[in-house]
Structure formats: structure tokens, C-alpha cells
């Protein structure tokens, strides 16, 4: 028997993107209607295990009903941009699993899938399984047809045949319009007969059994019921005549082009990357690279592979006398943390003037030996300007970690690829290879082997692999540099990026002091706090029961209290964050768990999380420092994120007390940018009110307030300050009236009115975002002051959705990547200012807009003024940038 499954595209993926919180990926494209629509679609191929698949979408607004019924859908609300993106996004991924998909100007995908399974009907021997959120749908249910009905987000589906629809409704199939024409549907706007609901409609068509039955006898209905019948017949059979699916859509495929036959893992591979769904990749085992031999035919020829050479000892004084000929060099190590990661070896690249390139392979314990310290030694100096490598910040702190120094490193072939496309998916070598039209090669996985199955290959494969790895860093290294020079970031990359990550890697390597007692001693104290919320929680609730269980919270909530169910799940009632705070005006539980829950998650997190990423023989944690993974140019904190610690709460706030000097009579030292980003605004739109605000040091949510509601400074209430800044930070931020809207808790159109009020004062911003798109669409990116690039290819998309979205990342872009700049500049500068003062203060941390330094006593007041000076210099704009500097025993108090 054939199987064939049909989903109603749009219908799923309003479901997926409101059942989830909104997830984007590195790029800032948003993704969580994306990610349920797969899991989804992975449940069903894994459960169902179609011979046939179809996705139906909606081709577009206007339908042939509107022609009978202008207002028909007219309630809706505007699509949100963040899920608009999306469906771009979502037919990619269909297309990468190989599933075919449909739509037809003037018809809903509801006509579509009717159309197919009314064809199936006809047809012997075919199953049909119909995926909706529609309850419309169950007309169509038939002995053959089965409607999936979602009831939960998408995680739950509740299967109807007709002999449910019996048991669930009394009803038929074909009735479900019939109870539509009664009842209407306010998400078609479907008028319906006023004042008649669900159960009234089934109570008359239990009695009557038509729309068309219950007019003709509306004289016998009694009361005002019989008299709205009676009155609103018209509209009962408009309706009835609306909510029918059309099954006679002019398809123009056959049967066995729906066909199911699988997907390309390297195609789904690819897509998965491209939205960052690393888990989904995980549970399906997908390659994580998708560079490997395939297509080296359509690759340029790069010359030959080097000889390579397995530095023994007897060959140490070879690589010693071809160390000045080394071009490029490469350094292997294990593990994804290079604070513990394992160093297998280095490969140097000699190629001497006419002779053949020889490759050398060091592995480290080899490198470690006495009779290597003239290499070692070569490695440390800074005379190796014409050396590349790729990733030079990992190099640098795992040979540091084995004692080994590395300095003098003339470019680095990871940071260059980044630049010249920050929001390319694969920057991997071998992925960097293949993109640069170079001989391929294979991905670590290929030759290493993935998590457990990891093993160092034996010396001849893996020596071969580490040469091909130096080879191919010096064959990227010219294409590289003519890219930049083209794109006229080599300033940017020289200049910024390159010593950037010295100057990460020295900071990461020191590391931050933690009092792993007092963190503890503040972990016991939370426990205390759990234990008294936990009591209350009882108290309020009459009963003891495991607060973590979701099912026995909602019961107490839902039940036993009797508080409004909001959503619910698979599993039950629904009690997430959401949730709860749309119920905490009803009881005062709400609030105990909400409390209680925010003071378990910094003790899972924050504080057995920080309590294991101390290393012993430091007593400090050692964060890693991301130079090339966010679009904008920002800086990701891993192993463990210090740019996550919650501090809007004080309980979030006090974990920095644990953070403090590793020298005794030492100060945590703080600098912050303030609102960099919005004066980063000023200084690019030129607006004159956001410029006034910060040359005169107002507060400038304040100013916005005033000039946004017509009011004084004293008129100025905190509400209207909070909404001021929300609005501020969303116009960065590229937010739009749904954004907004979920940000203040008001509606869409409350939220699309301050949008437009902001827009009428501030005209420069306005008109800055009317060019910025216009820049970008004429050159296809955009920039930052120090000319960090994006590329937005879909600027001119004729497709609304992906066109909208590069529009509003060419808005965002040069204001988060400048700010993002900035605090780099600075960074480089301060370095370097340290050294020429020759002062024993280090700088530790960036957090955000923040540098974080631990500084002795007789310092603090230099460092204070020449922080100060640094940061507030590091580039000239036409508003003042401005640093708050503070100074304490601990980071806590130096906040």
C-alpha cells in the first residue's frame, strides 16, 4: 500500500514559529518555525514512512473567495517579519530532504490537499495522512484520508478518522462545514451567525443536521436563538459555502512525481549548516564539513603535494636549517576547548627558491626535547612575518598550555576567510580550500574519526595529512590577500583582527581568579533561598509536590487553584516562562515559582557550571574568546560564557562577587562603554536630536521620551522611559512591531504606532535607513566605519520575505559591527599602551561593552585615567563616546 503524506505548509509554520521562542543563528536569521517544521518532519518520515510527500503553501492573499467575501481572512494580523524570513528558509529545507512542494495563485493549500485527497479517494490502495493546525481540514476525512489535527504547538497531533470525528463531534465529515456556517471562525473571519458557538452549533446539527436543515426550521427554534437563525441566514450559508474546501484545484503533476525517495545526506548536510541545527545534524549523522574529495576534478590545480617529512631525530638539524624557508605552519591539537586541548604536532611548510617544497611533521613530544630548542626558539621570535597559519589565537594558547611560545605570525588564513565572508557557514581549511577553488582537502572527521571513535591515525597517514594541512595554508595565503586588498580590508585585518587575537589569547591564557569557596558559599546560600520559596510555594498552594514536575505544577495551578490555562502541551498543561508570567497577577504562587525558578537555573548554570570550568592548577577559569563567529564582528565567550552571567537581577549580579585579583593588595578594574551602539546611531544618521542629546549628556532614552510623547523632562514617567528604551535599542536591533510588541507586552498596533511616532521626531534615522538599503542594493553590502564588510545577496531578492530580511541587516549592521569595532580597537590599543607604560596591570575580560583588568593599588588611578582615555579615543565620531571606570576588591564591586 502506497502512504502518501500531505501538510499544510503555512498552517504548521505559524504553529511552529508561535510554539517556539525565538531562535536565529550566528547570522541573525531567524529559525524557529524552521527548526519545529523539521523535527516535525523527521517524526513523521520516522514514524510514518511515506512512499509519497507533498507540502501545500498558500500562493498568496487573494483567493477566488474573496471574490464572494472581501473580508474573508481580513481579521488576521499582518504575517511578523521574524516568521516572514522564514519561509524562504523552509522550501530551501524541503527541498534538501527531497520533498516536493506546491502552491497555485488563487487557491489555499487547503484546496490543494483537498484536491489530493479527493484523488486518492478515487484511487485503490493509498493511505493518506493530512497535517494541520486547520480543523477545517476534517471534511476531508475519509476511509482512506486521516487528519493529523496539531494540538500542541506541532510536539502533539491528535489522528481523527471519521469514527473520532463521530465520538468527538456526533458529526460526519462533510458536517464540519455545517458546523463552520453556524459557529464561523474567527481566524477566517468567517462571520457565521453571531452569538452561536460551538456548542449551540453541534446542538442544532445533532437536531437538524445541515446548515441548510437548521434555517429551514429556525420558526421552531426557540428564543432569540431561533430569531439570529432567522435573521443571519445569509451569512450562515456564505459561511458554510466559504469554510468548504475546493477539491477541484487544476493540479499539474502526476502521482509519481510525489514520490518519496529520500534525501541527499550532503544536500540536507549543507542546509543544516546554513541554519545551525548542529543537534539535528548530530542525531541524523550528518557530516559536520561538507568539503571532502568529491569535485577536486573542478578544483584548480595547485601544484604538487610536498614531500612530506617525519622529523625524527636524526632529521631535526633538516627542519632547522629550512626553518628560514618556512612559509606557512600548522598546528594540530584535539578538543574543541584549546585551554584542554591535546597537541598531536606541527607541520612546517619550507619552500626554498628553486627547490621542491618539503613539508615537516613535529609531533609535540618530539618538539619538547632538548636537542629541539632551536626550533622552539624560532617559533617564540617575531621575525616570521612571511609565515601563515590557520587560526592563529587556538595555535597560540595550546602551545602556550605546553609551554611553548608562538609570536612573529604574518597571517592567518582563518581570520582572512571570516572577514571576507562573515557569514559563510564553513570556515573550516578543508571547507576554505574548496571555496577558493583549491585541491580539497579531506575533513578531520574523514582521517580522526568523530567523538569516541577519535584516534590519532598512525605516524606516515597522519604525518601526509599535517603536511597537505601547512600545504594548503600557504596555497590560500595569496588568494587571500588579493581578496582583501580587493574588498579594502586589509587595514581592518592587519591593523585589528591579527592583533586582536594576541591580545585574546594573552588575556584568555591569564585567565580570572574565582574563590571557588565563596562560589560554594553562595551556592549553599541559593539552596537556603530555594528552601524558604519552596515553602511558600507550599504554603500558597495547601500542598506539598515536586515543583520541577510540570504535570503535578499545572494540576495545583490549573486544577486545584483554578487559574486560567494559557496553553497546553503533550504532556499536559502548559507551564513555561510565558505562561507564568501572564498568570502571576492571578495568584501570588506565580511569583514564588518564577523567583524560584530563576534562583535554580543560576545554581545549575552559574554556579556548579563555574565551579567545574575552575582549573585546578590555576584557580582560574580561562574563557575562549570566538573572533569568528558572529556576522556583526562581535566576540563569543565560551568554556565557559562569561558574557551570559544574568546581571539585571541582584542574585545574577552577586556570582561576580566570586570573580576577584590573583594577586593580594589588587583591584578588579571596570570600564564600560555607555549606549555605544545608539551613539554609533547618532553618528552615522546625523540625526540632529539624537546628536543634541548626546553632546549635551542628557539621558538619551529620556530625550526620546520627551520628543516621542510631546512632554518635559518632568513629564517623563518610567513607563514611558522603559518603552523609550525599548524602541532605542529595538531600532538597532532591527525590531519590528511584532518584536516590539512581545518586549512591552502591548499590541502589535500599539507597537507599529511608537514605531512610526519614533520615525516622525527622528528623521535622521529614518532617512539613514531609507539609504543604507539603497547602498546596499546598488553594491550588494554594507560596511562599518573601519570597513568591516556584509554581504547581503538576497537585497535584491524578488522574493518579499528574503529581501526584507537583508534590508533589515543592512539597517543594523554598520551600527552593531562599529560598536563591535570599537571596543576591538580599543582593546589593541590598550595592549599596546599597557606595554609602552610598562605597567604590571592586566586586562582580563570583555564582556559586551565592557573590559574587565586586575590592577595593583599603586595603579588604580593611572589605569583609571588611561583606560579612560584609551576607550573614549579609540575612534573619532561626532558625539562623544563616553566610559564608566570602577574599581573594586572583587568584579561585583567594581560595578
Not at 482512506?144 to 502533539?156: D, Y
Not at 591539537?333 to 585551554?339: I, K, M, Q, S, T
Not at 622552539?376 to 611553548?404: F, P, T
Request: aromatic share 8%; net charge negative; with cysteine.
Amino acid at each position: 500500500m502506497s502512504k502518501l503524506i500531505l501538510i499544510d505548509g503555512n498552517s504548521i509554520a505559524y504553529r511552529a514559529f508561535f510554539a517556539l521562542p525565538l531562535l536565529s543563528n550566528s547570522k541573525g536569521l531567524h529559525t524557529n518555525a524552521v527548526y519545529g517544521f523539521t523535527t516535525m518532519l523527521l517524526k513523521l518520515l520516522e514514524e510514518q514512512k511515506p512512499t509519497h510527500f507533498l507540502v501545500a503553501f498558500d500562493a498568496g492573499k487573494a483567493t477566488f473567495r474573496h471574490k464572494d467575501y472581501a473580508e474573508y481572512k481580513g481579521g488576521r494580523e499582518k504575517t511578523p517579519p521574524e516568521l516572514s524570513e522564514q519561509f524562504p528558509l523552509l522550501r530551501d529545507l524541503l527541498g534538501s530532504f527531497g520533498i516536493r512542494q506546491f502552491e497555485l495563485d488563487g487557491y489555499e493549500a487547503d484546496d490543494i490537499i483537498g484536491t489530493l485527497t479527493r484523488i486518492a479517494d478515487e484511487k485503490d490502495g493509498i493511505e493518506v495522512v493530512v497535517v494541520t493546525g486547520d480543523k477545517d481540514m476534517l471534511q476531508l476525512a475519509s476511509g482512506q484520508v486521516t487528519i493529523a489535527l496539531t494540538r500542541k504547538g506541532i510536539s502533539e497531533v491528535e489522528l481523527f478518522d471519521p469514527a473520532h470525528i463521530e465520538e468527538t463531534y456526533g458529526l460526519k465529515p462533510h458536517q464540519i462545514i455545517d458546523l463552520k456556517g453556524l459557529m464561523g471562525d474567527t481566524s477566517d473571519n468567517i462571520p457565521g451567525i453571531p452569538g452561536v458557538g460551538e456548542k449551540t452549533a453541534l446542538k442544532l446539527l445533532h437536531e437538524y443536521g445541515s446548515v441548510e436543515n437548521v434555517l429551514e426550521h429556525a420558526s421552531q427554534i426557540k428564543g432569540k436563538l431561533g430569531e439570529k437563525v432567522a435573521e443571519n441566514a445569509d451569512s450562515a450559508r456564505m459561511s458554510k459555502e466559504l469554510a468548504t474546501i475546493f477539491r477541484e484545484v487544476p493540479v499539474d503533476f502526476s502521482w509519481d512525481e510525489l514520490a518519496y525517495r529520500g534525501y541527499e545526506e550532503s544536500e540536507l548536510a549543507e542546509m543544516f549548516r546554513k541554519l545551525e541545527f548542529k543537534s539535528l545534524m548530530e542525531r541524523l549523522g550528518l557530516p559536520a564539513s561538507g568539503a571532502g574529495a568529491a569535485g577536486a576534478a573542478e578544483t584548480e590545480e595547485a601544484g604538487t603535494e610536498p614531500q612530506a617529512v617525519l622529523v625524527t631525530d636524526d632529521k631535526l638539524a633538516e627542519l632547522t636549517a629550512a626553518l628560514p624557508h618556512v612559509r606557512a605552519l600548522h598546528v594540530e591539537a584535539a578538543g574543541d576547548n584549546p585551554h584542554n586541548a591535546e597537541v598531536i604536532g606541527l607541520s612546517f611548510y619550507s619552500e626554498e627558491e628553486g627547490a621542491e617544497p618539503v613539508c615537516y611533521y613535529v609531533p609535540v613530544e618530539r618538539l619538547e626535547q632538548d636537542n629541539a630548542a632551536a626550533v622552539r626558539e624560532w617559533l617564540a621570535s617575531e621575525d616570521k612575518r612571511e609565515v601563515s597559519v590557520y587560526d592563529l589565537h587556538r595555535a597560540v594558547i595550546v602551545l602556550s598550555w605546553r609551554g611553548i611560545e608562538l609570536g612573529g605570525i604574518g597571517f592567518d588564513a582563518l581570520l582572512a576567510g571570516y572577514l571576507l565572508d562573515p557569514t559563510e557557514s564553513s570556515l573550516t581549511l578543508d571547507g576554505l580550500t574548496s571555496r577558493y577553488g583549491l585541491r580539497p582537502l579531506p575533513a578531520d572527521e574523514e582521517v580522526f574519526g568523530k567523538g569516541a571513535k577519535f584516534k590519532v591515525p598512525e605516524e606516515g597517514v597522519l604525518t601526509a595529512y599535517l603536511c597537505r594541512k601547512a600545504a594548503a595554508v600557504h596555497r590560500l595565503t595569496p588568494k587571500l590577500k588579493e581578496a582583501l586588498e580587493a574588498s579594502e580590508m586589509h587595514p581592518l585585518f592587519y591593523e585589528l583582527e591579527l592583533p586582536l587575537a594576541l591580545v585574546l589569547a594573552s588575556m584568555e591564557r591569564k585567565g580570572i581568579k574565582v574563590d571557588a569557596e565563596e562560589l560554594k558559599a553562595y551556592g549553599a546560600e541559593l539552596g537556603n533561598q530555594l528552601e524558604g520559596i519552596m515553602q511558600s510555594i507550599y504554603d500558597a498552594a495547601g500542598i506539598e509536590f515536586n515543583i520541577n514536575s510540570p504535570k503535578q505544577l499545572g494540576e495545583i495551578l490549573f486544577e486545584k487553584l483554578g487559574l486560567p490555562v494559557i496553553k497546553k502541551t503533550k504532556t499536559g498543561y502548559s507551564t513555561d516562562a510565558e505562561v507564568l508570567e501572564k498568570l502571576e497577577p492571578y495568584h501570588p504562587m506565580v511569583g514564588h515559582i518564577l523567583h524560584y525558578r530563576t534562583l535554580a537555573k543560576l545554581q545549575s548554570t552559574y554556579v556548579e557550571g563555574l565551579l567545574k570550568e575552575v582549573r585546578p592548577s590555576t584557580g582560574k577559569v580561562h574563557t575562549y574568546y570566538k573572533q569568528t563567529i558572529a556576522a556583526t564582528g562581535r566576540l563569543s565567550s565560551q568554556y565557559p560564557n562569561l558574557q551570559n552571567i544574568p546581571i539585571r537581577l541582584e542574585e545574577g549580579r552577586k556570582i561576580r562577587k566570586v570573580f576577584f585579583p590573583s594577586e593580594p593588595g589588587w583591584k578588579i578594574l571596570t570600564a564600560d562603554y555607555s549606549q555605544i551602539e545608539l551613539r554609533v546611531l547618532a553618528h552615522i544618521s546625523q540625526d540632529e536630536k539624537l546628536i543634541e542629546a548626546f553632546r549635551e549628556n542628557m539621558d538619551v532614552h529620556t530625550k526620546t521620551a520627551m520628543d516621542v510623547f510631546g512632554v518635559s523632562e518632568a513629564e517623563v514617567d518610567s513607563n514611558m522611559r522603559r518603552q523609550a528604551k525599548a524602541v532605542n535599542f529595538g531600532i538597532v536591533y532591527g525590531i519590528s512591531d511584532y518584536g516590539l510588541s512581545q518586549n512591552l507586552h502591548i499590541t502589535r498596533k500599539d507597537a507599529a504606532k511608537f514605531i512610526e511616532q519614533y520615525f516622525a521626531v527622528f528623521q535622521g534615522v529614518r532617512q539613514y535607513m531609507d539609504d543604507i538599503v539603497k547602498k546596499a542594493r546598488q553594491d550588494g553590502y554594507v560596511t562599518t566605519l573601519l570597513q568591516r564588510r556584509r554581504y547581503l545577496p538576497e537585497i535584491t531578492a524578488s522574493n518579499f520575505n528574503l529581501r526584507s530580511f537583508a534590508e533589515r541587516t543592512a539597517m543594523n549592521t554598520p551600527i552593531q559591527g562599529t560598536a563591535a569595532d570599537i571596543i576591538k580597537l580599543a582593546m589593541v590599543q590598550l595592549d599596546n599602551r599597557m606595554k609602552e607604560e610598562g605597567v604590571r596591570s592586566r586586562m582580563l575580560l570583555q564582556v559586551h561593552d565592557e573590559l574587565v583588568f586586575e590592577v595593583p593599588g599603586e595603579e588604580i588611578d593611572l589605569m583609571k585615567r588611561m583606560v579612560a582615555e584609551v576607550m573614549e579615543s579609540a575612534l573619532k565620531l561626532d558625539v562623544p563616546l563616553k566610559v564608566d571606570v570602577d574599581a573594586g576588591d572583587n568584579w561585583y564591586e567594581a560595578k
